[in-house]
């Protein structure tokens, strides 16, 4: 059973500072690894995602890397802002077939951040 | 476009009560989820889509029904609820196949009484 945990369950840092999030699988048989920021009350923003044979992907400050081998992945962001304070999880595919059944996605439980002023 | 939207947003149901979560997406995508997330557990699927016609379980599905008539409508239906449901759905959607990121609606919070 595919499990995913996301260290740490909480963050806390200063504006300007930059900063990983971790995530961890157990299943290294993935499809994809995306990375999702939730804001409160809201519903689930895409950021980035990492197809299985890739190794990472870039969006402006935000840089997520993918060691399928090791079933880790990581989320940098750049010089964090106020702005960037979330809930960021991780998320991962498995057992998709192309008739599409099978079809399991699992996610982590999230790292709250918070970027103080 | 509006992307994807959910009503209602919020709800209170009695025991063994029914009703019908509507989510509706503007975007042509072939692909829907529900998930339903509760705290401190993380977002766990409930039904997927893959087009209209085709539904499948996911990993959470007993309680459930799901339909799917049109590309653009997914509705979750819940028969008899129960105090378990009490959580915070969301639907999604994702264009073609999996490899494609998920768009989200903001969810409805439903509490079973």
């Known amino acids: 059973k595919q499990e995913v945990t996301q260290i740490p369950a909480a963050l806390s840092v200063p504006e300007g500072e930059n900063l990983v999030l971790n995530c961890s699988f157990t299943?290294?048989?993935?499809?994809?690894l995306q990375w999702f920021r939730q804001d409160p009350g809201k519903g689930l923003t895409s950021l980035l995602l990492i197809q299985s044979s890739q190794r990472e992907q870039t969006s402006g400050r935000l840089n997520a890397s993918l060691d399928k081998s090791s079933g880790r992945s990581t989320l940098y962001i750049a010089a964090s802002q106020p702005g960037d304070s979330a809930t960021y999880l991780c998320?991962?595919?498995?057992?998709?077939?192309?008739?599409?059944?099978?079809?399991?996605?699992?996610f982590g439980k999230g790292t709250l951040l918070t970027v103080n002023p | 476009n509006a992307g994807v939207t959910q009503t209602p947003k919020f709800r209170i149901l009695k025991i063994g009560q029914s009703m019908t979560l509507q989510c509706t997406q503007d975007?042509?995508?072939?692909?829907m989820y529900w998930y339903r997330q509760d705290p401190g557990m993380g977002l766990k699927l409930i039904y997927y889509s893959v087009g209209a016609g085709i539904t499948d379980k996911g990993e959470v599905p007993n309680g459930y029904n799901v339909s799917r008539s049109t590309t653009e409508d997914f509705p979750l239906r819940l028969e008899l609820a129960a105090p378990s449901q009490t959580s915070v759905y969301f639907c999604?959607?994702?264009?073609?196949?999996?490899?494609?990121?998920?768009?989200f609606g903001d969810g409805t919070r439903l509490s079973i009484l």
């Open positions: 998320a991962v595919i498995t057992g998709y077939n192309s008739g599409g059944s099978n079809y399991k996605l699992t």
């Open positions: 975007m042509n995508h072939n692909y």
């Open positions: 299943d290294s048989a993935i499809y994809n």
């Open positions: 999604a959607s994702s264009y073609l196949t999996v490899n494609q990121p998920q768009h």
